[in-house]
C-alpha cells in the first residue's frame, strides 16, 4: 500500500466516524491528513479523481458532506487560506 493509499483509508475512516459533535475536530484531522498528501508531490487532479470516485458512491448523509468538505480542500471551493494546492501542478 502507497502512503498515499494509507493516508486516503485513514481519511475515509475518519468519513464514517464523523458525527454532528465531533464533525468540525474530524474536518480539522482530514486537513491535516490532506495536507501531508499535498507533500507527496501528489497533483491535485489526480487526488481529486480518487477522491470524488469515493464521494460518488456515498449515500446522502452527513458522511457525504464531510467528504465534500475534503473535496473543497481540494479543488478550491473553500477559503483561500484553506485551499491546499493554490493550482500548482
Same mark, same amino acid.
Given at each position: 500500500?502507497?502512503?498515499?493509499?494509507?493516508?486516503?483509508?485513514?481519511?475515509?475512516?475518519?468519513? /464514517? #466516524?464523523?458525527?454532528?459533535? /465531533?464533525?468540525?475536530?474530524?474536518?480539522?484531522?482530514? $486537513?491535516?491528513?490532506?495536507?501531508?498528501?499535498?507533500?507527496?508531490?501528489?497533483? &491535485?487532479? #489526480?487526488?481529486?479523481?480518487?477522491?470524488?470516485?469515493? $464521494?460518488?458512491?456515498? #449515500?446522502? !448523509? %452527513?458522511?457525504? &458532506?464531510?467528504?465534500?468538505? %475534503?473535496?473543497? $480542500?481540494?479543488? !478550491?471551493?473553500?477559503?483561500?487560506?484553506?485551499?491546499?494546492? /493554490?493550482?500548482?501542478?
Amino acid at each position: 500500500m502507497t502512503e498515499f493509499e494509507s493516508l486516503f483509508l485513514q481519511i475515509t475512516e475518519y468519513s /464514517n #466516524q464523523v458525527t454532528a459533535e /465531533n464533525y468540525q475536530e474530524y474536518a480539522e484531522l482530514g $486537513y491535516d491528513l490532506l495536507r501531508k498528501i499535498h507533500h507527496l508531490g501528489m497533483k &491535485e487532479t #489526480q487526488v481529486y479523481e480518487r477522491f470524488f470516485t469515493y $464521494y460518488d458512491s456515498l #449515500q446522502d !448523509g %452527513m458522511i457525504k &458532506e464531510w467528504f465534500a468538505e %475534503m473535496l473543497d $480542500y481540494i479543488f !478550491g471551493w473553500c477559503h483561500s487560506e484553506k485551499y491546499i494546492w /493554490n493550482h500548482q501542478e
